[in-house]
């Protein structure tokens, strides 16, 4: 071999260590971008979760209001109903009352 070629191959070899190093930091660069792309997905699957629970929760307690403002509701009507059986009552007393007065008269 001359003493080119083998400057030439020296010159390769230099060339594709450097390259090898790069790509080794390359790949150091690449598993750490994994492993913050995993550890993104788990804090994802988390508040997920977290996510589905609070619409649980929310569908419950939406739920109960319904149920509630329901109960209010009927309250509200029976004593609606109430007061008008009271002031019929009242309104039919206050005649019989006038009646009687009047008759006594």
Do not use: P
């Amino acid at each position: 071999m001359k003493k080119d070629d083998t400057d030439q191959l020296k010159a390769a070899n230099n060339s594709l260590r450097l390259e090898l190093e790069r790509f080794a930091g390359l790949e150091v660069k690449l598993q750490v971008q994994k492993q913050r792309t995993e550890e993104m997905n788990s804090v994802i699957n988390l508040k997920n979760n977290q996510l589905r629970q609070v619409l649980d929760e929310y569908d419950s307690v939406q739920q109960q209001l319904e149920i509630e403002v329901s109960a209010h509701l009927a309250c509200q009507q029976e004593l609606e109903r109430s007061l008008w059986a009271k002031e019929n009552f009242l309104l039919e007393n206050e005649k019989r009352w006038k009646e009687v007065t009047n008759q006594k008269k």
